[in-house]
C-alpha cells in the first residue's frame, strides 16, 4: 500500500482540464476521479465515453500475476480507463517495482503512445521519471516506466496546507528548468497537474508522465511550451494558496470563489512571500490575469527560469532542535550497589541537616564574613592597581606610534575599503556550477548570496571528477594593489577553505598554481572568515577557494555559499 500512495500512475485524473490551452480528444472521459488508484468504475472500465468506437480497442483482459515478456509481473491495476490501464508491476529480472501503461494494439493511440515513449526514453534527464521499454508484442502495447516508492505526489503535499515559502520556490525551480531542458529537446508534457510532480525522500522533485500521459489521454497543443508555462504556474499558485487558481474544484483543492476571476496568491491567503506571488501571475497571465505591476507574462519555461533566477534566493529555514530527554541519574550516581529508583515512584526526599544554631557555629559565621570581607577588598585594591599600570602603558605605547603630525604609524591598520572591479567562478575543470550568481557574492548585499548546488553522498562536492579541486570565487581589484585585510561571510559554517592571492605580475589565474600567496590556511570556517594581514600583500587576483560543504539540513546531501566578500587595503 505505501508504493501504491506514492507512486500511482497520473493519467486517471481529469480534473481541472478546462482553463488549459491543452484539448483532449473526444475519446477522452472528463470525470472527476473519485479515487484515482482505484478508478476502476463500470463505464471507465469498459472504455465508454467517446466517439472512438470502444468496441475495437477494448481494455485487455489482464490479471494480477500475469508476465509480460516473462519478466514484468502484473501486481495491481491502478488505473483502467478508455481502453488502456496501468498497473503496480514487479521486474523480476532486476527484482524492483516497476509501472506499466497497456492497451491494446489496435487503440487508436497505439502509435502515438509509443512514439512518445521512446522519445521520453531519449533524453534520459533525471528530473523525469524514466521510461524503461516501450514494447509492441502480442497485440499488446505496453510503456514501462520507474516506480518511485519513497516519493510523494504534490497532490498529497497540499492535503495538509501550504508548502512552506523555500519548498515551494524549489519546488518551482527545479521543475521549470526540468520543463525548459525538455522543450529544448522538443519534448512537451501538457498534462503538468500536482499529481505528475513529486518530491523524494531526499527533497528532490520530479515529473513524471512526460508526452506518454498527454499521448495516452490523446491531448494535444498549438502552444506546448505556453501550456505548460500556464500549467508550472498553476503548481505554484496552488503550492502558495492550497487553492485551484481557477473556479472550479480540482485535485483535492478548492477553486476560487466564482466571479471574482484570477487574483494574486498573496491575496488570496496572507503570508504569501510577494515575489513568488508575482512569479505564479506572470505564468498564468496567459489565460487571463493580470500580471502585477506591469512585469512581462512568462510564455515558455525558459522564461520562467529566467524570471526565477532574477529573484532574490530564498534561504532554507534554520534547522529546528528538539530538546533532550529529561537527564536521568544513573546507578553510578545514585550509589554503588545502590538499585536505580523505579520510573513513577515517587522517592523519599532527605531533609538537609539543619543549620549552625549553638553559639559556636554563630561565631564561625561570623569570622568566615570578615574572612570574605577583608578578601574582596584586598583583591579589589589590587584589580584597581593593575588597571592603573595597564592604562599607563597603553597611553605610553599610543605616545610612541604617533608621529610628529599626530598620524599614526601601526602598519596592521586595514585600510580602506577596495573597489572590486569584477567577480568570477573558480571553474579549475572548465565547468562552472553558479556562474550566473556570482555577482551576488560582492553586490554589497549580505542577504544575497552565491550558493552551491545541493551535493549527495559526499561533501566534496560530490566527489565529482570535475570538482576535485574545489569551487570558489576569484576577486579581480583592476590593478595591483597593497591588500591589508579581507572580510568573507559565508552562507553556513562549517565549510572547508582558504583565501589565496596571485602574485603581482599575474594575470588571469585559473588554476590553483596560479595562486601562489596564502593569506589563510585551509580550515573550517564560521559563519564568517577575516584576516588582518601583519604585512600587506601585492596583488590584483584574490581567491577565496572552499573545498568541503557542509550538511544542508540532512545527513546525506551538501551545500556552501559566498554571501559577502570585502577587501581592504590602499
Known amino acids: 500500500m505505501a508504493e501504491r500512495s506514492t507512486a ?4 486517471a485524473d481529469n480534473s481541472g482540464d478546462e482553463p488549459l490551452t491543452a484539448k483532449a480528444d473526444q475519446s477522452t472521459s472528463d470525470g472527476v476521479a473519485q479515487n484515482r488508484e482505484r ?10 465515453g467517446g466517439t472512438e468506437s470502444p468496441g475495437k480497442a477494448s481494455p485487455p483482459e489482464l490479471h494480477s500475476g500475469h508476465k509480460l515478456a516473462r519478466r514484468y509481473r502484473l501486481e495491481e491495476c491502478v488505473t483502467r480507463l478508455d481502453g488502456f490501464s496501468s498497473w503496480r508491476a ?15 494494439a489496435d487503440h487508436p493511440r497505439a502509435r502515438s503512445v509509443l512514439a512518445a515513449a521512446r522519445s521520453s526514453a531519449l533524453l534520459g534527464d533525471p528530473r523525469f521519471v524514466q521510461v524503461l521499454d516501450a514494447v509492441e508484442e502480442n497485440d499488446l502495447v505496453y510503456v514501462v516506466h520507474e516506480w518511485l516508492p519513497d516519493a510523494t505526489e504534490l497532490t498529497a503535499l497540499l492535503a495538509s496546507g501550504p508548502l512552506e515559502v523555500h519548498e515551494a520556490y524549489q519546488m518551482v525551480s527545479q521543475v521549470s528548468q526540468a520543463m525548459a531542458a525538455a522543450h529544448r529537446e522538443g519534448l512537451a508534457h501538457l498534462r503538468l497537474t500536482p499529481s505528475a510532480v513529486l518530491r523524494t525522500s531526499t527533497g528532490q522533485w520530479r515529473i513524471r508522465g512526460l508526452a506518454v500521459n498527454a499521448a495516452l489521454r490523446g491531448i494535444s497543443s498549438e502552444t506546448p511550451q505556453r501550456t505548460d508555462t500556464e500549467a508550472i504556474g498553476a503548481l505554484l499558485y496552488a503550492a502558495l494558496t492550497q487553492r485551484w487558481p481557477y473556479d472550479n474544484d480540482a485535485y483535492g483543492l478548492s477553486g476560487l470563489p466564482k466571479g471574482v476571476g484570477l487574483i494574486a496568491p498573496d491575496q488570496v491567503r496572507a503570508g504569501v512571500h510577494r515575489g513568488l506571488s508575482e512569479l505564479a501571475m506572470r505564468a498564468l497571465a496567459n489565460d487571463g490575469a493580470t500580471a502585477s505591476r506591469h512585469e512581462t507574462p512568462c510564455t515558455t519555461p525558459e522564461e520562467l527560469v529566467k524570471a526565477i533566477a532574477e529573484m532574490p534566493r530564498i534561504r532554507p ?10 537527564y536521568q541519574r544513573t546507578s553510578y550516581q545514585q550509589g554503588y550497589g545502590r538499585p536505580a529508583p523505579h520510573m513513577g515512584a515517587t522517592q523519599p526526599v532527605t531533609a538537609p541537616p539543619p543549620p549552625l544554631q549553638s553559639r559556636t557555629g554563630k561565631a564561625l559565621k561570623w569570622a568566615v564574613s570578615a574572612l570574605l570581607i577583608a578578601a574582596l577588598g584586598l583583591g579589589s585594591w589590587q584589580l584597581a592597581e593593575t588597571l592603573m599600570q595597564h592604562s599607563k602603558s597603553d597611553d605610553t605605547q599610543k605616545t610612541k606610534t604617533t608621529d610628529g603630525n599626530g598620524k599614526g604609524t601601526d602598519k596592521t591598520k586595514p585600510g580602506k ?10 571553474t579549475p575543470s572548465g565547468t562552472g556550477i553558479q556562474e550566473d550568481e556570482v555577482s551576488l557574492a560582492a553586490d554589497g548585499n549580505p542577504q544575497t548570496a552565491w550558493i552551491t548546488p545541493q551535493y549527495k553522498g559526499y561533501p566534496n562536492f560530490g566527489n565529482l571528477p570535475n570538482r576535485k579541486d574545489g569551487s570558489g570565487i576569484i576577486i579581480d581589484l583592476g ?49 564568517s572568515l577575516t584576516k588582518q594581514l601583519e604585512e600587506p600583500i601585492r596583488t590584483r587576483f584574490v581567491l577565496v577557494h572552499i573545498t568541503s560543504l557542509p550538511s544542508d539540513n540532512d545527513a546525506n546531501t551538501y551545500r556552501g555559499g559566498i554571501s559577502e566578500i570585502r577587501v581592504f587595503g590602499s
Open 317 to 326: 529555514p534554520e534547522p529546528t532542535f528538539t530538546a533532550p530527554p529529561e
Open 90 to 104: 514487479v521486474d523480476e529480472k532486476l527484482r524492483r517495482a516497476v509501472g506499466v501503461h497497456l492497451l491494446p
Open 8 to 11: 500511482a500512475v497520473d493519467v
Open 479 to 527: 590593478a595591483v594593489r597593497s591588500v591589508s585585510k579581507v572580510d568573507i561571510g559565508l552562507y553556513r559554517s562549517g565549510q572547508t577553505m582558504e583565501i589565496l592571492a596571485a602574485a603581482k605580475d599575474g594575470s588571469r589565474p585559473a588554476s590553483l598554481r596560479d595562486f601562489s600567496e596564502q593569506i589563510t590556511p585551509l580550515s573550517q570556517a564560521g559563519k
Open 39 to 48: 478508478e476502476t468504475d463500470s463505464e471507465e472500465a469498459q472504455g465508454s
Open 417 to 426: 575599503l577596495l573597489k572590486i572591479q569584477s567577480v568570477s567562478e573558480f
